[in-house]
């Protein structure tokens, strides 16, 4: 038994704790704070009083605004620029995952030269090693679904590639997960992001290089999301709801961590680089019966029925050789019970024929989530689970 362990992220995590903001050990004193190009953080004041905090210590801030929902390489290029042209001498990722993903990657280029994808080691990317580091990153996260204030992955899109990576250095220094900062996600929203968590940890649990620490941490975030997500999505004002999804997606980015993702987010990430305008939750929902269907007694059946017992299922009284299963059930009852159960990618344009395309494009750009399946998915496995993901 060998594993490695590495999270030097401080997480300042409950309800409220945006206010520590004023007080917390900040790593400079002039911040770039990169929000969506959407109007949330504005309207509900979440950037005002981050602004209000950081004065407090006589911290400035710059604000970069442009940030999309699979965020751009044109934009990490842009914020970067920004931050060396301001003076910044650290980062602050505020809003959902986009958003402390780009500043992550903003935080590398404002250190180093050249093009952002010189450094992406898969696709056509360069592969190169940024040697200068990173600015220091503070995650100010409003949503619960990618986990990336307690990771140091970022998922940036380039043209028809969306390719995740990361250093030690994109680890965030302070990461601060206020559950108040979520009650205004709608609906919709909080159900994807809180699939989007629950895969981080049923991929992370099923892959290759699992290990107790990440077993453990990934059941306990798959039961709070089980129980507490059809409550959050239901009545968004729900604090202790929010507060657990908050609690296993922070789970999930330790997941993220100390396992890792499977080829579902190859496959997801494929279909929303070609169209970004579908959520990646949602892309992950659409596709995930049926690859956990094709992964049913390719991974140990125990696996699964441990998954299925975390979801609520009272797999102990199930005959051994129907316990497995029993996560597919689960699954599908979460998915209802969120009332996501009928995604349809044709409803975001995506057409049958093109599914091809797709797992060429998932093995070409994130093939290395393919090597950590427990199965080595052939091209002809990976079209037909997207086949029939397909609606």
Same mark, same amino acid.
């Given at each position: 038994m060998k594993f490695d362990c590495y999270l030097p992220t401080k997480i300042l995590f409950g309800a409220g704790r945006l206010n520590d903001l004023a007080t917390a050990k900040l790593p400079g004193k002039k911040?770039?704070?990169?929000?969506?190009? @959407?109007?949330?953080?504005?309207?509900?004041?979440?950037?005002?009083?981050?602004?209000?905090?950081?004065?407090?210590? @006589?911290?400035?801030?710059?604000?970069?605004?442009?940030?999309?929902?699979?965020?751009?390489?044109?934009?990490?290029?842009?914020?970067?620029?920004?931050?060396?042209?301001?003076?910044?001498?650290?980062?602050? @990722?505020?809003?959902?995952?986009?958003?402390?993903?780009?500043?992550?990657?903003?935080?590398?280029?404002? &250190?180093?030269?050249?093009?952002?994808?010189?450094?992406?080691?898969?696709?056509?990317?360069?592969? &190169?090693?940024? &040697? $200068?580091?990173?600015?220091?990153?503070?995650?100010?996260?409003?949503?619960? @679904?990618?986990?990336?204030?307690?990771?140091?992955?970022?998922?940036?899109?380039?043209?028809?590639?969306?390719?995740?990576?990361?250093?030690?250095?994109?680890?965030?220094?302070?990461?601060?997960?206020?559950?108040?900062?979520?009650?205004?996600?709608?609906?919709?929203?909080?159900?994807?992001?809180?699939?989007?968590?629950?895969?981080?940890?049923?991929?992370?649990?099923?892959?290759?290089?699992?290990?107790?620490?990440?077993?453990?941490?990934?059941?306990?975030?798959?039961?709070?999301?089980?129980?507490?997500?059809?409550?959050?999505?239901?009545?968004?004002?729900?604090? $202790?709801?929010?507060?657990?999804?908050?609690?296993?997606?922070?789970?999930?980015?330790?997941?993220?961590?100390?396992?890792?993702c499977t080829s579902e987010h190859s496959l997801e990430h494929a279909l929303s680089a070609y169209y970004p305008k579908l959520p990646h939750g949602a892309g992950l929902i659409m596709i995930s019966l049926p690859y956990y269907k094709f992964f049913l007694g390719k991974v140990a059946d125990e696996r699964y029925a441990n998954m299925a017992q975390a979801m609520g299922e009272d797999v102990r009284s199930l005959p051994a050789e129907k316990r497995a299963q029993a996560f597919i059930a689960a699954l599908e009852k979460l998915q209802k019970a969120c009332g996501v159960d009928n995604l349809k990618m044709s409803d975001y344009g995506v057409k049958a024929d093109e599914m091809d395309k797709l797992a060429t494009t998932a093995k070409e750009t994130m093939g290395g989530l393919f090597t950590l399946d427990v199965h080595s998915l052939t091209h002809e496995e990976a079209i037909q689970i997207m086949k029939e993901a397909y609606k």
């Open positions: 911040a770039l704070i990169v929000i969506s190009a @959407g109007t949330s953080m504005r309207k509900y004041g979440y950037l005002e009083r981050v602004q209000k905090l950081l004065a407090q210590q @006589g911290v400035e801030s710059v604000v970069f605004d442009k940030i999309l929902p699979n965020p751009i390489l044109a934009h990490v290029t842009e914020g970067a620029e920004l931050a060396r042209k301001e003076g910044c001498d650290f980062v602050i @990722g505020l809003g959902g995952g986009s958003s402390i993903d780009s500043s992550k990657s903003i935080a590398v280029m404002a &250190k180093n030269p050249g093009n952002y994808w010189d450094y992406i080691s898969a696709g056509s990317g360069k592969g &190169k090693f940024p &040697k $200068e580091g990173a600015l220091p990153i503070v995650a100010i996260t409003t949503t619960a @679904g990618t986990g990336t204030e307690a990771d140091p992955w970022t998922v940036i899109t380039n043209g028809p590639e969306k390719i995740g990576t990361g250093w030690d250095f994109t680890f965030p220094t302070l990461s601060i997960v206020d559950p108040e900062l979520m009650t205004s996600v709608p609906p919709h929203l909080t159900a994807y992001q809180g699939f989007d968590t629950l895969f981080h940890c049923t991929e992370g649990y099923i892959a290759n290089i699992a290990t107790p620490v990440s077993d453990a941490l990934a059941l306990k975030a798959i039961e709070l999301i089980a129980k507490y997500l059809p409550r959050a999505v239901k009545d968004g004002n729900d604090l $202790e709801a929010r507060a657990n999804v908050a609690l296993a997606n922070t789970l999930g980015g330790m997941v993220e961590t100390f396992s890792s």
